[in-house]
Structure formats: structure tokens, C-alpha cells
């Protein structure tokens, strides 16, 4: 069994920064696919980022070029770095992992985007 604990989140003004840690109880080595999703008010969740083991990576239009998944196994860590932030990232990011028979979530930071 995986437990997935998000940090990181918080308010920031638009244009600035933010990283997301993701850490997981047991070995992120495991886990073939790991990737952060958001819920934003009045909408349904939606993937914003992918990472395979091996690291090949895939990002949702909006987020694309600005924000970076990586993830660190040795560690049993996923990180996601948000840059030039916008009004509408704001959301509640969660963190998602896909195992051998299992998926996991981890119960999500908010992220407000405001000046």
C-alpha cells in the first residue's frame, strides 16, 4: 500500500513560482506512472501532468512550457515546479500514482493565484 502527502502550496502572486512535493510511503520505483491533477471551483479534476518511470513526461496545454514534473525514486518523491503562475491555476493539486494493481491519491494542497 502507497500513501501519497502533498506540500508545498499556498498564495502567490500572479507571475510567481511554486513547488509542489509529493512523498510517498513506499517506493516510487514501484509506481509506473505518478502525476499531479487539479481541481478547479466549479470544475472537474484534470490531469496537469504525467511522469513515467524513466521519466518521460507529458503536460496539459495550459500548463505546458511553464510548469515541471519530476520525480526523484531514490527519495520516493514527485515534485511539481509552477512558474509564471496565473489567476486561473488556483485549484487544489493532488497528487496521483498508478501501481501494478492499484491507484493512489493523496488528499490534495491548495494553490491560490492572487495579488
Known amino acids: 500500500q502507497v500513501q501519497l502527502v502533498e506540500s508545498g502550496g499556498g498564495l502567490v502572486q500572479p507571475g510567481g513560482s511554486l513547488r509542489l512535493s509529493c512523498a510517498a510511503s513506499?517506493?516510487?520505483?514501484?509506481?509506473?506512472?505518478m502525476a499531479w491533477y487539479r481541481r478547479i471551483p466549479g470544475k472537474q479534476r484534470e490531469v496537469v501532468a504525467t511522469i513515467k518511470t524513466g521519466g518521460r513526461t507529458s503536460y496539459a496545454d495550459s500548463v505546458s512550457g511553464r510548469f515541471t514534473i519530476s520525480r526523484d525514486d531514490a527519495k520516493n518523491m514527485v515534485y511539481l515546479q509552477m512558474n509564471s503562475l496565473k489567476p486561473e491555476d488556483t485549484a487544489v493539486y493532488y497528487c496521483?500514482?498508478?501501481?501494478?494493481?492499484?491507484?493512489?491519491w493523496g488528499q490534495g494542497t491548495q494553490v491560490t493565484v492572487s495579488s
Open positions: 496521483h500514482a498508478i501501481g501494478i494493481t492499484n491507484i493512489y
Open positions: 513506499g517506493s516510487t520505483s514501484s509506481l509506473a506512472v
